[in-house]
C-alpha cells in the first residue's frame, strides 16, 4: 500500500505542472495576441487558447460570415519553436457516389461442358451441395464532409496574421501544428517533458467589411 501511495504521489507532483500550464493557457490569446492597431476589429467569441506539445497538431473550427472582414493572429509559447504552421481549409458538404459491396454465401449449382447450368426433369437448378461466397457491388450517393486548402502560413513566410473578406458564410477549420517530436508516438507510455509544451492562441477578429467606391452615397 506504501508504495502504491507513493507511485500515486509521483504522478501527483508530475501531472500538476502540466495541470497548472492548461489553466494558464485558457486565456493566452488574450494576454499574448496582438489585436489589430486599427481599432476598427471586434474580439470574435471564436477565439481560443489551448496547451499543446511539440509534434501535436490539433484543430479549431471557426464559422465565418458574409459581409464580415476577419483578421486571424497565431501567438505561442517559445518553447514551441518559432516556426509555427497553421493551415486554413473549407469544410464542404458534397454528394460522393461510392461502390458498395456486399459479400453473401449462395449455393452451388452443376454446370454442364459449355458451363451452362444444368437443369433437372422438373426444370430446376441441381445443386452441389456446396456453397460459394457471391460478391454483389451497388453504386450509391452518399454526403461527405471534404476539406480544401485555402491558405498555409508554411508558404507565407509563416506569417502569423491572415486578413480576409468573406462574401459567403463557410465553415472553416484552423489547423495548427508544432515541429519537434515531443507530442509524438506512444504518450500513455512515455513522460512529456515541460520544455516540450506550451501554450498557443488564435486570436478571431471581425467587422463589417466596409463599403467602398461612392455606394450608398446617394441622396
Known sequence: MKNINNI???????????????QYCNHFHTKYCPPSESGMYSLNGQS?????????TSELNVIVYKGQDYRISLCFDETLGSQITYKVYETK?????????????????EKD?????????????????????????????????????????????????????????????????????????NTKNKLIKSTDMGCVGILVEHMTTPIQGFKGTGF
Do not use: H
Open 8 to 22: 500515486l504521489l509521483i504522478i501527483s507532483i508530475i501531472a500538476m505542472p502540466i495541470v497548472a500550464s492548461a
Open 48 to 56: 481560443k487558447s489551448a496547451l499543446f506539445s511539440k509534434g501535436q
Open 113 to 185: 461442358e459449355n458451363g451452362e447450368l444444368v437443369v433437372d426433369e422438373w426444370g430446376s437448378y441441381v445443386p452441389t451441395g456446396n456453397q460459394v461466397e457471391v460478391v454483389n457491388k451497388e453504386t450509391v450517393t452518399v454526403v461527405e464532409q471534404q476539406k480544401n486548402l485555402l491558405y498555409d502560413n508554411s508558404q507565407d513566410g509563416f506569417a502569423t496574421e491572415l486578413e480576409f473578406s468573406v462574401e459567403t458564410t463557410r465553415r472553416l477549420i484552423i489547423e495548427v501544428s508544432i515541429p519537434g517530436s515531443g507530442g509524438s508516438g
Open 93 to 109: 458538404k458534397v454528394k460522393v457516389e461510392k461502390v458498395i459491396e456486399t459479400k453473401t454465401m449462395e449455393d452451388e449449382y
